[in-house]
């Protein structure tokens, strides 16, 4: 009766220990995760401020869709691979866009969303209207796809600035 009253309490910490060691295992891989998220949407981040595109097939998925702050969708890497480097070779040329805040959750295991704002320097687009300084707000879908996080859709908006 002695040693059952022994076995008890070390097969409870037993449990009590692997089930720890299981949660420290899913958050671990939940961090890793967010780390590789994290770690894409910059990889597009790096781009954008050297306005070459060439890693662009590192992070991003054939199907890829970007929304411009404009208004204009894009279908496709490769069209908006054109698209980006039209407009970074025009008047967003020497543009930077730095980060100031990303925020990632995830959908399913296989999904991810971030929420990026950033600060944008002077520019003016081609119907003559010069942005200073704006903050944008992009939103990133990303997938996993081969071990990978890849960005299949993203959406750039420009922050409205409160009417004085």
Same mark, same amino acid.
Request: with cysteine.
């Given at each position: &009766?002695? *040693?059952?009253?022994?076995?008890?309490? &070390?097969?409870?910490?037993?449990?009590?220990?692997?089930?720890? !060691?299981?949660?420290?295992?899913?958050?671990?891989?939940?961090?890793?995760?967010?780390?590789? @998220?994290?770690?894409?949407?910059?990889?597009?981040?790096?781009?954008?401020?050297?306005?070459?595109? +060439?890693? +662009?097939?590192?992070?991003? /998925? *054939?199907?890829?869709?970007?929304?411009?702050?404009? =208004? =204009?969708?894009?279908?496709?890497?490769?069209? %908006?691979? $054109?698209?980006?480097?039209?407009?970074?070779?025009?008047?967003?040329?020497? %543009?930077?866009?730095?980060?100031?805040?990303?925020?990632?959750?995830?959908?399913?295991?296989? @999904?991810?969303?971030? /929420?990026?704002?950033?600060?944008?320097?002077?520019? /003016? /687009?081609?119907?003559?209207?010069?942005?200073?300084?704006?903050?944008?707000?992009?939103?990133?879908?990303? @997938?996993? !796809?081969?071990?990978?996080? &890849?960005?299949?859709?993203?959406?750039?908006?420009?922050? +409205?600035?409160? $009417? +004085?």
């Amino acid at each position: &009766m002695a *040693e059952l009253e022994l076995v008890r309490p &070390m097969k409870i910490t037993l449990l009590n220990i692997l089930g720890l !060691r299981l949660i420290c295992a899913a958050f671990s891989q939940q961090q890793s995760n967010e780390d590789q @998220v994290r770690s894409t949407v910059r990889s597009f981040y790096a781009d954008f401020n050297s306005h070459g595109w +060439a890693h +662009a097939v590192n992070y991003t /998925t *054939e199907d890829w869709i970007h929304i411009n702050p404009l =208004g =204009g969708w894009t279908r496709g890497r490769d069209a %908006v691979l $054109k698209e980006l480097e039209q407009v970074h070779s025009t008047f967003l040329n020497g %543009v930077s866009d730095t980060i100031q805040n990303m925020a990632v959750k995830f959908a399913s295991p296989e @999904v991810a969303v971030a /929420t990026v704002t950033s600060q944008m320097s002077t520019f /003016t /687009t081609p119907d003559g209207t010069k942005h200073e300084n704006e903050q944008h707000i992009r939103t990133f879908i990303l @997938v996993r !796809r081969n071990d990978r996080w &890849m960005i299949m859709q993203d959406q750039n908006t420009a922050v +409205a600035r409160p $009417k +004085a």
